[in-house]
């Protein structure tokens, strides 16, 4: 192996929660700063709880509400379309042809 190419090593690095609880364990970095820990997450306490990284469930939440208003708005045209068709059909009524006369011989 070559020496020196690899990160120092601290034994006693401190991992600081946004709960507020501090655990020591080993990393290559001294002080860590974490979103969610064994002590807040939702699966260890039994609470539940949205965890929220950048609004990702508000996001989420709109583009489903965009895609049913998109949806509901594609039905209507449709619906528009297919009672045009019909009041079209309605509207146009065949022509009357006379039969064809056969042509006379000479």
């Known amino acids: 192996m070559k020496k020196e190419i690899h990160p120092k090593y601290f034994e006693k690095a401190e ?6 609880a501090v655990f020591v364990t080993g990393s290559t970095e001294e002080t860590l700063h974490i979103e969610i820990c064994s002590q807040c997450h939702p699966f260890y306490t039994g609470k539940k709880k949205v ?22 708005e594609t039905e209507k045209t ?18 009357k042809t006379s039969p064809k006369k056969p042509a006379s011989k000479k």
């Open 78 to 95: 449709k619906e528009n379309k297919k009672k045009r068709a019909t009041k079209k059909e309605e509207v146009e009524t065949p022509k």
């Open 51 to 72: 965890v929220d990284t950048l609004g990702r469930v508000d996001r989420f939440k709109r583009m489903t509400e965009r895609a049913d208003k998109k949806r509901a």
């Open 15 to 20: 991992m600081h929660c946004s709960c507020g």
